[in-house]
């Protein structure tokens, strides 16, 4: 009998592996902020491809984002799951994470989504005042409420992720964790207060096999333009010397291989096992060529190659 898309999303987070039939994208996009065809047309495609993730936010598109997946999933139930992450407001500002506040924003996601349950719920940021502890009982208590069936945190520095590992871990939860990861590394000055997957939470991650959910995998396109492009009136954080330097091996690896650099910086994403990058394509051409990643295999050397350069 075949398998859901949760029972396929729960072994893949569990095992650290791929399977034939799945991939480990998620889907992410302006949800929300575009028509509601172009969400639909698009998350279709996607999980006709083999996804079984799709991620938003309660704040993104100034609250919009939920509702607009939410409409497609009432119409295709079952079909995809979804990640959401709760924490900020909808101009994008964190607010405090007491049991109160984040319990009224799961109830509002789940009415948005139309979903009985949340298949992953992230705490989109840290609440420095409260203990880990404090935050792992909310955590908790939402999963035996039957709200969410995985928790997890995204931006999180490394020393409060290993003690949320072992916090959740000694209830029986192993949790899901969200950064930025790709083969370009951000100057983390210009990424606006979020964090990149470091080696500081690399080692946690790894440590407590934690699944790593990679936003901007395809670090806001950088591999497929030739120059830097400002954000929001900002430099680009992912133009650095290195990454320009990565850039490089990407684009002569990719004459080798006769397919585009940017897939190959995508599938340098997809040769670390664990780790579930996150697209976001704007159109289902778009999509479709990041999907090709897929295809492309890269070898031990040519994954450390791309990366260091040695």
Known sequence: MPRSPLQLLDGLLDEHGMESAAHRFVLGGP??????GTTAERLARFADAGGLLVE???SYAGGRAEAAVGRWLRGSPGTLGVATKVGHDTTGGDVPLSRDTVFGHVR???????????DVLL???DDPTRSVAELADTLVGL??????????????RAGRLRELAGELGARGHTPVASYQFSLAEPDPALLEGSLHADDTVLDVV??????????SSQARGYFARGGPKDHHGRPDPYDTADNR???????ELAGRLGVRPETVALAWTLHHPGVWPSIGPRTTAQLDGSLE???VTLTGEQVRWLRHGR
């Open 206 to 215: 790894r440590g407590h096999r934690l699944p790593l959910l990679g936003w």
């Open 31 to 36: 949800f929300g902020a575009e028509p509601a």
């Open 56 to 58: 938003t936010s309660h």
């Open 123 to 125: 705490y989109h940021c």
């Open 293 to 295: 990643a897929r295809r």
């Open 143 to 156: 999963v035996e409420a039957g709200h969410v069936h995985r928790v997890g945190v995204s931006n999180w």
């Open 108 to 118: 509002s996601a789940l009415e948005n989504l139309g979903v009985e349950a949340i």
């Open 245 to 251: 330097a990565r850039r490089l091996r990407c684009t």
